[in-house]
Structure formats: structure tokens, C-alpha cells
């Protein structure tokens, strides 16, 4: 299935809006996004992304069939983590397990690699997010270990793991 990795534009916002009527996304991403999404937290969330200068994170919507049907960022570091990233990945359900994710984060990490004086780019997907942990293996990441009791969410506490991909 083709994908394209594209730069976040305003005309993505109803995209980007019913992706966030999902439950599992909103459950399951580090952020905290309101759910139900309301529409000025969308438009925030895309200007965002539209505005940023590209210096310490990359944003990527990712695109399939004249849609927006996920989401890609990379964080740069400050200090002595300076040489490492750290993604995160979402996808819409009616395209999770065809292997959009893992080819939308290895697309995403070469392009950081190649572009940034980067050395390591991890992520950190809950540990009970089985898609995120599959398309991560599957882009070549390595699991490096698990946090646990250490994300609270809606009151509840999660378990993390810790995936990196090295140059």
C-alpha cells in the first residue's frame, strides 16, 4: 500500500479530527489529546506543527488515498542526549496491521538520519500498545528494556517499553 510522508497542512484538519474519534489513539499516545477531539485543540495541534522550524523535532502526517491516516514525529534532544530522537507513531484503525506503521517510521527515521547529526532514535509505545511494539520490531528497532508504573493515564498507571534504532 503506498503512503507518502507529508508536511502537516490546515486542510488536514477533518482528517485529522475523525482519526481522533478513536478511543485506542487518544488511550493509547503519550500526548494528552482530548477525547472526544474538539476542533480548536486540533488546529492547534496541526499549527503546531505546520509552524515548526524543522530545528529540533519533525512532524509528518502521513498520507494514503488523498488522506491524512496518521501521524509521525521525531524529537531531537537537548544536552547530553543531544545525539538522540524520540519518535512517535499513531495510525487510524481501518489501516493499523498492514504495515503502514513500521514502513511510515522507517521512511520517517532514514530521513532523519540522513538529514541530522543524530545517533539514536528511540521510542516509547505503552506496553500494552501490540500494534506500536509490532511496527517498531518490524522497522528494525530494538528492545532495550520496560519502565514500569510509569505513565498515569485516566487514572490508571502504564508500563512502557523502550525501543532504539542506531545510525
Same mark, same amino acid.
Given at each position: 500500500?503506498?503512503?507518502?510522508?507529508?508536511?502537516?497542512?490546515?486542510?488536514?484538519?477533518?482528517?485529522?479530527?475523525?482519526?481522533?474519534?478513536?478511543?485506542?489513539?487518544?488511550?493509547?499516545?503519550?500526548?494528552?489529546?482530548?477525547?472526544?477531539?474538539?476542533?480548536?485543540?486540533?488546529?492547534?495541534?496541526?499549527? +503546531?506543527?505546520?509552524?515548526? $522550524?524543522?530545528?529540533?523535532?519533525?512532524? #509528518? @502526517?502521513?498520507?494514503?488515498? /488523498?488522506? %491524512?491516516?496518521? !501521524?509521525?514525529?521525531?524529537?531531537?534532544?537537548?544536552?547530553?542526549?543531544?545525539?538522540?530522537?524520540?519518535?512517535?507513531?499513531?495510525?487510524?484503525?481501518?489501516?493499523?496491521?498492514?504495515?503502514?506503521?513500521?514502513?511510515?517510521?522507517?521512511?520517517?527515521?532514514?530521513?532523519?538520519?540522513?538529514?541530522?547529526?543524530?545517533?539514536?532514535? +528511540?521510542?516509547?509505545?505503552? $506496553?500494552?500498545?501490540?500494534?506500536?511494539? #509490532? @511496527?517498531?520490531?518490524?522497522? /528494525?528497532? %530494538?528492545?532495550? !528494556?520496560?519502565?514500569?508504573?510509569?505513565?498515569?493515564?485516566?487514572?490508571?498507571?502504564?508500563?512502557?517499553?523502550?525501543?532504539?534504532?542506531?545510525?
Amino acid at each position: 500500500m503506498d503512503f507518502k510522508l507529508v508536511k502537516w497542512k490546515t486542510n488536514y484538519l477533518d482528517d485529522f479530527i475523525y482519526a481522533m474519534k478513536d478511543p485506542h489513539l487518544s488511550d493509547n499516545m503519550c500526548e494528552t489529546l482530548p477525547y472526544p477531539m474538539d476542533t480548536a485543540f486540533a488546529v492547534e495541534y496541526i499549527s +503546531e506543527r505546520m509552524l515548526n $522550524s524543522e530545528e529540533r523535532q519533525v512532524c #509528518r @502526517a502521513i498520507q494514503c488515498g /488523498g488522506h %491524512i491516516i496518521g !501521524g509521525v514525529d521525531v524529537v531531537f534532544g537537548n544536552g547530553v542526549y543531544e545525539k538522540s530522537a524520540e519518535l512517535s507513531v499513531w495510525i487510524i484503525k481501518e489501516y493499523r496491521c498492514r504495515g503502514l506503521g513500521s514502513a511510515a517510521v522507517s521512511e520517517m527515521c532514514r530521513l532523519c538520519f540522513e538529514t541530522y547529526d543524530i545517533l539514536r532514535i +528511540e521510542a516509547r509505545p505503552y $506496553s500494552n500498545h501490540i500494534e506500536a511494539v #509490532r @511496527a517498531l520490531k518490524k522497522a /528494525g528497532f %530494538i528492545h532495550e !528494556g520496560t519502565v514500569h508504573n510509569a505513565i498515569f493515564k485516566n487514572n490508571k498507571s502504564y508500563n512502557y517499553e523502550i525501543f532504539a534504532l542506531l545510525r
